[in-house]
Each structure stands twice: as C-alpha cells, then as structure tokens.
C-alpha cells in the first residue's frame, strides 16, 4: 500500500458482503499466519476462513452483527465487527469482535478509522455499552488511546495460534 491510496470504511452486507468473503478470508488468514490470537489455530486453510465469515455473513443477514471493512486501492485491507444480538437484559450492549488489518496495511490508523467507525455504527444501532477482549498489545494501545477502560487481565484466557497459551485483556466503553 502507497501513502496515497485512501483508505475507505464501509458496512457490507447482503451480495455486497458475499462477493468479499475470499478477501475477508484472506485478512483473517494474513492475521493467524502472523501468530494473532483471534479464535483459529495454524494451520489455518483458506477454506476454514472463509467458512467463518460465511457463518458471520449469515448473522449479518438476521441482524444479530455489524461488519466493516477497510478498503485501500480498491482491496480489503482490514475488518471489524459488532455483535449486536445479545440476551434479553442486555439489549444496550454490543461486543467488537475481530479487529483485523492486515500485516502490510498495518500502523497507518486503519485499525483506528475501523474503530471509529464500529463505535459510531453500534450507537446508530441503539448501543450504550461496548465490551471487548484482546490478546494483541497492538490492540491494546489502541482502545486505550480511544478511551477504552481496560478491566483487567485473564492469564492464559486463550491460545496462540501455535498452541502456547495467551493472556487477555478485557476492556469496555460507554457511548
Ligand atoms: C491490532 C491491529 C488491528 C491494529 O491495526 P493498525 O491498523 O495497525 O492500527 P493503527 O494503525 O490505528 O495503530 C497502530 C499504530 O500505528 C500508529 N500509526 C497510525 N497511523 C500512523 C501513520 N500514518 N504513520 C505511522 N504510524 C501510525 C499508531 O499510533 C499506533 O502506534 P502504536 O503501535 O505505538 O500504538 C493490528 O495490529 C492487527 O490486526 N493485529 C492482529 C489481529 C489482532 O490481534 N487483533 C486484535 C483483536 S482484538
């Protein structure tokens, strides 16, 4: 990616959504390929990615999550998501899930714009509260800087994508 490709973040759904799948597929591979704790394990084939995002496609159509993706020169660089379906007494809280850039897109504020954009969507979408959790301390930084309040850390919460264990920290924002 050049300085000067713009970077755009938009909401996809429907066909739209559909015709991106591969290339959402390919950040999240990009991701676990570079050893980011973000539910898969190595070796991850292209198949199993985008069988996630198909599964996360079909929730997108009921409603029940929001998902972004960051396009730069026309290709889809990174993604996040909110899960907006939760139990009946937590109809104000969303979750961000899988804020993803992928590698050589990285620390030019994708991850931001992606950010912005999720919290600006969930509040559209009738949300007061957002919770996350991360493994990344990329990731980490960033929600702080967005004025996220970390809660605390859960040693060895989840796994690597080589097998080690990782810790994660849980953070959430009011809207
Ligand atoms: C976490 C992640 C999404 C961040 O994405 P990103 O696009 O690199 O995020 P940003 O560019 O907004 O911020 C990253 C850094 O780049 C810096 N940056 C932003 N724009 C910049 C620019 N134009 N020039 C130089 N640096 C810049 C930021 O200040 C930040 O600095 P820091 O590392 O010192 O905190 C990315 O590292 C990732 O996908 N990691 C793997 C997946 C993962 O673990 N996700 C978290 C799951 S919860």
């Known amino acids: 990616m050049t300085v000067d490709e713009r970077i755009e973040i938009r909401r996809l759904e429907g066909a739209e959504l559909d015709a991106q799948l591969d290339n959402l ?3 999240l591979a990009d991701c676990v390929a570079g ?3 973000v539910s898969f394990m190595a070796p991850f084939p292209h198949e199993e990615a985008r069988a996630a995002f198909e599964a ?6 009921q409603g029940r999550r929001l998902l972004l993706a960051a396009f730069a020169g026309g290709e889809v660089v990174g993604t ?13 809280r969303g ?3 899988k804020l993803l850039v992928r590698r050589s897109a990285r620390k030019r504020g994708i991850g931001q714009l992606l950010m912005e954009r999720a919290e600006t969507e969930a509040r559209a979408a009738g949300k007061s509260l957002l919770v996350l959790d991360t493994a990344s301390g990329d990731a980490e930084r960033l929600y702080e800087r967005l004025g996220w309040t970390r809660v ?3 040693p060895g919460f989840a796994l690597y994508p080589d097998g080690r264990r990782c810790d994660t920290t849980f953070f959430w924002k009011a809207l």
């Open 35 to 37: 050893g980011a704790s």
């Open 95 to 97: 979750e961000v899930a």
């Open 25 to 27: 597929a390919a950040v």
């Open 152 to 154: 605390g850390v859960v």
């Open 56 to 61: 996360v496609a079909l929730e997108v159509d």
């Open 80 to 92: 996040v998501q909110v899960i907006l379906a939760l139990p009946p007494n937590q109809p104000h």
